[in-house]
């Protein structure tokens, strides 16, 4: 049930032992799934990448999650309405 128009996001992750610096992590922690609202399940079902081994929660991650879910769930409606319309006429 991945989304067509609109790509999956990229969890980001500091890296360690370098200084100071992000990069694109291999996927989203737990916690951070649990804060935006998602199990596990729900999220591979989405298509997004878990990676149980983190435990940081960066808000960054949490956010754009909530945002994902927004454009998943808007989608889910107007798909919704579109089936209710092309079956009542």
């Known amino acids: 049930m991945s989304t067509s128009g609109e790509s999956l996001p990229k969890p980001i ?4 032992r370098a200084g100071y610096g992000f990069r694109e992590g291999r ?3 737990i916690g ?4 935006a609202g998602l199990s596990v399940g729900r ?3 989405l298509g997004l990448y878990v990676d149980c081994r983190r435990r940081s929660i960066r ?3 949490v956010e754009a999650l ?3 879910l927004k454009t998943v769930e808007a989608e889910a ?3 919704a309405s579109q089936s209710v319309k092309q079956s009542e006429g």
């Open 66 to 68: 909530k945002r994902f």
């Open 43 to 45: 999220a591979r079902a």
């Open 77 to 79: 409606k107007a798909e």
């Open 27 to 29: 996927g989203f922690s």
């Open 13 to 16: 992750v500091k890296i360690p």
């Open 59 to 61: 808000r960054d991650n």
């Open 32 to 35: 951070e799934l649990k804060e």
